[in-house]
């Protein structure tokens, strides 16, 4: 399987170029974004590449790819609505209308995150451009489209977030995380058995 990933320098990003390098089912990882991922490894090639709003002078290398881990984003903390519906809605489709046009079989997986709106109705902005992200993912005819809404992240194996905010989180939550890993399972349970 080849696989494409954008947003492979970030936390999110990192976990899944780990994960798709390590599986021996996945034969090619190529890694889109502004700069390289600053790793070397036989399955792995980088794809630099400056404006990821526009991907025509590069079309054909994005053909032969069955699946696309979409893992760029950013926080919408201390944005307004149009910084950030640029950089999840308008970026995120135009890589998706782009790998569409060449890979018409693929599985596309985005990673959004807890408490999306789909409705694209709700009072918090990030959740109604995160749905809309979403619902027209889903309507453009991907083999098949996954939205991926984690309401926490771990980061494992050295993997560090480039935000500060969430570096400081992780540092301040870190001793607590077996604790809410143990309530998570029993709250798990407890719905699985009614």
């Not at 060449?102 to 709106?117: E, L």
């Not at 959740?127 to 996954?146: D, S």
């Not at 991926?148 to 001793?175: C, D, E, L």
């Amino acid at each position: 399987m080849k696989v494409i990933v954008f947003g492979a320098t970030g936390m999110v990003g990192q976990g899944v170029l780990r994960a798709c390098l390590l599986d021996p089912r996945v034969t090619q990882v190529t890694a889109v974004g502004r700069a390289p991922v600053g790793q070397k490894h036989d399955k792995l090639a980088d794809l630099v590449h400056a404006n990821l709003h526009d991907y025509s002078a590069m079309q054909s290398r994005l053909a032969g790819f069955d699946a696309c881990f979409f893992c760029l984003g950013v926080s919408s903390a201390g944005m307004d609505e149009a910084a950030y519906t640029r950089i999840t809605y308008d970026l995120t489709l135009a890589a998706a209308k782009a790998l569409l046009a060449a890979n018409t079989g693929m599985t596309f997986i985005y990673v959004s995150g807890a408490s999306t709106d789909s409705s694209e109705k709700g009072r918090a902005m990030w959740a109604r451009v995160k749905g809309r992200t979403e619902n027209a993912l889903l309507a453009m005819g991907f083999k098949t489209a996954y939205m991926f809404r984690p309401g926490a992240i771990q980061p494992m194996h050295g993997i560090k977030s480039r935000t500060t905010m969430y570096r400081v989180f992780y540092a301040v939550m870190w001793p607590l995380m077996p604790l809410l890993r143990a309530l998570e399972v029993a709250d798990v349970k407890k719905v699985a058995g009614g």
